[in-house]
């Protein structure tokens, strides 16, 4: 453009020099407006994660002289462990100010290993079933994007690695962070490129492992890091890891964890308690805990034949068929009735599906056929819970 006299100077276009109606809706295409160009995703739902602020702990608050791999504390996060010193694990109320959390998963080493094997490994994890990540549309090319957001604290500053890891096509992705100040709350926010290659499965197994390494022996550490997907490659998955077990006075807390599609980090989604209890459901439930409640009952029942008593329990629908798990000792529960009381042992479960079962115990009665009564907790140290885990 050729200006007569000098040029006008540049000025910057405001709300008030729009006139409304220029920019009509049919002027914009539907495909244009995504949801990373939104500043809010009113979408349900959208946090991958399970239990992200770490307010349900069926298990225990607590958990000491960890280790093994299992799940301890916090509902849908399991601890891998592999010669890698020893922890307390626990629910903790050390939270970011102003965040909104009451909880947190905290790590505590208790025995130190300042020099870990090739072989050992520290990491928590969280597994997902990949009927419900079809919405990712992995493995098409257009594959979504996945954003993890989280609060981490810790003693030991320094490199973190995290890990996508597909189980069904052995792929994965593996980023790093860095905790910059000791024992300060920092936010960090990661974004995954979406895989073009290898669907996932549309089922009820495990098909996306999300990992938090806090420990890693050479096994992991020395390739490179693999930053883009790509076939799992063990040497690649930790590469730059602190050894969080070289101390006791090392400490590890993280909470407000969100994995989303798409790649802006949207705040994280409150689901209320009840609902979230609901969700965790579907893995774990405690049927009866002595541990918070000396005398809880377990379950209504009446002995059906000799010896044997039937008690009615419905659980919630899992996402397998479950397992019983449950702590075993003379005489840690008691059925009783209206002649009485008994103690006894152990209980049993007959689980022909993800939703039904009958628990009962053949233990040794003198109660009368169709005996009404209730079996309860009898030990503070006994439980029963139902375990459907990926």
């Known amino acids: 453009m050729t200006y007569i006299g000098s040029k006008p100077a540049d000025k910057v276009l405001t709300a008030s ?11 914009i295409a539907d495909n244009a407006v ?23 702990a069926q298990r225990a608050t607590s958990t000491a002289s960890i280790t093994a791999s299992g799940y301890y504390t916090i509902d849908r996060f399991k601890t891998n462990i592999s010669s890698a010193g020893t922890w307390t694990q626990s629910q903790s109320t050390t939270v970011p100010s102003g965040q909104g959390f009451a909880t947190s998963l905290k790590m505590d080493c208790t025995t130190a290993d300042g020099s870990l094997g090739a072989a050992d490994s520290l990491n928590i ?3 997902i079933e990949g009927q419900n990540l079809q919405y990712l549309k992995k493995g098409t090319s257009s594959a979504q994007s996945l954003t993890l957001s989280f609060w981490v604290k810790s003693v030991l500053t320094g490199t973190y690695c995290v890990n996508l890891i597909d189980q069904d096509n052995s792929r994965e992705i593996d980023k790093s962070y860095t905790i910059s100040s000791a024992s300060t709350w920092e936010k960090k926010t990661i974004t995954f490129a979406g895989d073009t290659t290898g669907t996932l499965d549309d089922d009820n197994a495990k098909s996306l492992e999300v990992l938090w390494w806090l420990g890693a022996g050479s096994n992991y550490t020395s390739g490179s890091l693999q930053t883009s997907w790509g076939s799992t490659v063990t040497a690649n998955r930790a590469v730059g890891q602190v050894n969080l077990a070289n101390s006791t006075s090392n400490n590890f807390w993280i909470t407000g964890i969100q994995l989303e599609a798409g790649s802006v980090a949207t705040d994280f989604e409150v689901v209320p308690y009840d609902q979230n209890l609901q969700r ?31 008690l009615a329990y419905q659980w919630h629908p899992k996402r397998s068929t479950p397992s019983i798990s449950q702590s075993s000792g003379t005489n840690y529960f008691r059925y009783q009735r209206d002649g009485g009381t008994e103690d006894f042992d152990s209980i049993k479960i007959y689980i022909p599906n993800a ?6 115990s053949d233990d040794a009665f003198t109660g009368a056929d169709d005996e009404n009564g209730w079996v309860q907790i009898n030990n503070a140290a006994a439980y029963v819970a139902l375990s459907a885990e990926l």
């Open 34 to 56: 995504t949801a990373d160009k939104t500043s809010y995703k009113d979408v349900p739902f959208r946090n991958i994660i399970i239990n992200g602020d770490m307010s349900q």
């Open 355 to 360: 939703n039904t079962g009958l628990i009962y």
């Open 125 to 127: 994890q969280q597994r």
């Open 17 to 27: 020099d729009i006139t409304d109606g220029v920019v009509s809706t049919a002027k």
């Open 280 to 310: 965790c459901y579907r893995y774990y439930e405690m049927m009866a805990d002595g541990r918070q409640d000396a005398d809880a009952i377990i379950a209504l029942g009446f002995v059906y034949q000799t010896n044997v008593i039937s």
